[in-house]
């Protein structure tokens, strides 16, 4: 499969997220986060702060339109209290349209079915799974294998984005180096091939309302 620059593959993703879908194409309209290293920095001991472009990255993704959670591992037993103990921003959970701890959930990451019960969760009319992301910095919840992930949110169906600063690892559908790629690339093909994409997977993605 030819191989796409990881910023046009992500620019891609973006100008799907424009607009409504055309010619039947699923376009981006619901995006899942994990928490810990993806939007707070827990490099050093709680309370945990954001990540400096998280806020901005979050306010720019409601502005357009899409509906937004958390998925994040707690051990068990955990409520919304004990998580927001730990975090110097306790109130930016707020932000999320739906939050799901593992510990109120069928499953911890990377089983998939956290991923279904978060994206059921999501207000009707719900987005197809196609149209819905997972972002993360753990390439194991993410998928285990590029065509058949059995594990992870690509399992379900969802478009697995990895935060990373490594070489892009082809598990992931799109890899990013900071959250605030989710917002830089103002532009790309509407036709694209994804490095790990199934070609009907890719065919889903290749084209939206306001693309040539």
């Known amino acids: 499969m030819r191989s796409t620059p990881r910023l046009v593959q992500f620019a891609a993703l973006l100008a799907l997220a424009s607009g409504p879908p055309a010619r039947g194409a699923d376009c981006l309209r619901a995006i899942f986060f994990d928490l810990g290293n993806t939007l707070v920095d827990q490099t050093n001991p709680a309370p945990y702060p954001l990540f400096p472009t998280a806020q901005a990255t979050i306010d720019s993704l409601q502005a357009r339109g899409l509906a937004l959670g958390i998925i994040t591992n707690v051990p068990a037993g955990w409520d919304r209290g004990d998580l ?66 059995t594990v992870g949110a690509r399992a379900i169906g969802m478009t697995g984005i990895h935060l990373s600063n490594g070489v892009p690892n082809p598990i992931a559908d799109v890899t990013i180096t900071t959250l605030d790629d989710l917002l830089t690339v103002e532009s790309a093909p509407c036709s694209f091939l994804v490095d790990g994409f199934e070609s009907a997977d890719a065919a889903a993605w290749s084209s939206c309302a306001g693309c040539p």
């Not at 990377?110 to 994206?119: L, M």
């Open 84 to 149: 927001e103990a730990l975090l110097l921003q306790p109130a930016f959970l707020d932000e999320f349209d739906v939050l799901v701890l593992s510990s109120e959930a069928p499953a911890p990451k990377p089983d998939p079915a956290i991923y279904t019960h978060a994206y059921n969760l999501l207000a009707l009319p719900r987005p197809t799974v196609a149209a819905t992301a997972f972002v993360g910095e753990t390439i194991g919840e993410i998928g285990n294998t590029v065509l058949n992930p």
